[in-house]
């Protein structure tokens, strides 16, 4: 795996959007000729332009669940828009992360071998009237929360195995403060609202003290965490900003600009003095082109104030 050399300028699939051990945003692509892997660090500041084509989705390839390695689909299937895996590769994976809606008989043994392993609960902030509860595999340290975008979270306990963990997330879940999800159009129109650290960290707080008095148990008290340094090396803007998809034509989506941040799969780049985003990770699957230069894009027009002059 090369660390953003020879990537440029060529077709590849994108088969991940995450974050890496070091807690640094990566793209993971795969040159569909050789299934060579690449990781692409996205670098903040730079001039950047992701083409994505969107008539076409391919299988991602799988990934080891005991080792962390990935691999290309050696059938490299088309699937359809819906999917991003081929069953193949799925079976391959052998992961379900809906794992307790599984039928018995349906949880493959990586699976099972994995839920036996500590999992933690936590509560990922992304606005004020917005608080996930999760779980996540203990061993992936805090690379879950940063996936998902969330600008503060806490870890509420660590289990001993995913099942409790679970357990306790479906009794979270059920009080009315709390969601299990958040969409990734949710999350963008979310970006616009100014982050307030001091509240985040207070309504966390006041969220586990509401949790432990419901739930009559008392938690590890692990601090607030606060996440956008991972994100971006300056203030992530906030304010309107223009989600590029929506700007699809002929079967392709342009995003280009100055790179501001990546958001857990949303990159923010600023170009003809406004902020665009793309959810990167609604196109694994697709082909791309990455390049280091800026292309403009047509943007549309701002509607003018009545008391503009």
């Known amino acids: 795996i090369k660390m953003n050399q020879g990537i440029y300028d060529k077709d590849l699939l994108l088969a991940r959007v ?3 051990r070091n807690k640094k945003p990566r793209l993971k692509l795969i040159e569909p000729e050789t299934d060579r892997i690449y990781n692409f660090t996205p670098t903040f500041g730079e001039d950047i332009t992701l ?18 390695e990935e691999f290309a689909c050696p059938e490299r299937s088309e699937v359809e828009k819906k999917y991003e895996q081929c069953p193949r590769c799925q079976k391959r994976t052998g992961f379900n992360p809906a794992f307790y809606n599984a039928a018995e008989g349906d949880i493959s043994a990586q699976q099972i071998e994995r839920n036996q392993q500590p999992h933690f609960v936590y509560l990922a902030y992304f606005a004020e009237n917005t608080i996930k509860v999760g779980i996540s595999f203990a061993g992936r340290d805090i690379a879950r929360l940063l996936e998902q975008g969330a600008r503060a979270a806490l870890i509420l306990d660590e289990f001993p195995s995913a099942n409790v963990a679970r357990n306790y997330e479906a009794k979270i ?3 009315p403060s709390f969601c299990e999800n958040v969409k990734s159009n949710a999350k963008i129109k979310l970006l616009e609202i100014k982050f307030d650290e001091v509240k985040a960290g207070q309504l966390l707080n006041e969220a586990r003290d509401l949790i432990e008095s419901n739930l009559n148990i008392r938690f590890t008290q692990n601090e607030v965490m606060f996440l956008d340094k991972f994100y971006s090396n300056q203030t992530i803007p906030h304010g309107e900003i223009i989600d590029t998809t929506k700007l699809e034509s002929a079967n392709k989506i342009t995003f280009s600009g100055k790179l501001l941040a990546q958001v857990g799969y949303i990159l923010i780049a600023q170009q003809q003095d406004e902020n665009l985003v793309i959810p990167a990770r609604k196109f694994t699957g697709y082909k791309l082109k990455i390049s280091n230069k800026i292309t403009e ?13």
């Open 173 to 175: 879940s059920a009080m």
């Open 51 to 68: 083409e994505i084509a969107t008539a076409q989705r391919f299988c991602i390839g799988w990934h080891d669940l005991t080792t962390g």
């Open 18 to 20: 995450d974050f890496d």
């Open 297 to 309: 894009v047509e943007l549309p027009e701002r509607q003018a104030s009545l008391f503009d002059f």
